[in-house]
């Protein structure tokens, strides 16, 4: 799982849910640049992984569980469309 495959996973997650990533921060009690791109990276380039607490509300807020959440987390291994 990486940092990457998090942050796509919540963008995929608000898409399925008819949101944008600000939209559905917001829908879920959270601050709407929460899930900015420009909040990913730190000035110093280093990555900012998004926390529980914030995939926790959207779960809480679109009535779904990690298990749901976790479907959107690519894995380029199990992709033969991806291999290398």
């Given at each position: 799982m990486t940092h990457d495959q998090i942050w796509t996973a919540i963008e995929?997650?608000?898409?399925e849910h008819g949101m944008s990533c600000s939209g559905l921060a917001r829908f879920s009690g959270l601050d709407p640049t929460t899930f900015?791109?420009?909040k990913r990276w730190s000035k110093f380039g280093q990555p900012r992984w998004p926390s529980t607490g914030s995939i926790a509300k959207i779960?809480?807020?679109?009535g779904q569980?990690?298990?749901?959440?976790?479907k959107y987390i690519h894995d380029d291994k199990k992709?033969?469309?991806?291999?290398?």
């Open positions: 995929k997650f608000a898409t900015n791109r420009s779960l809480a807020s679109t569980n990690i298990g749901d959440f976790v992709n033969p469309d991806n291999q290398r």
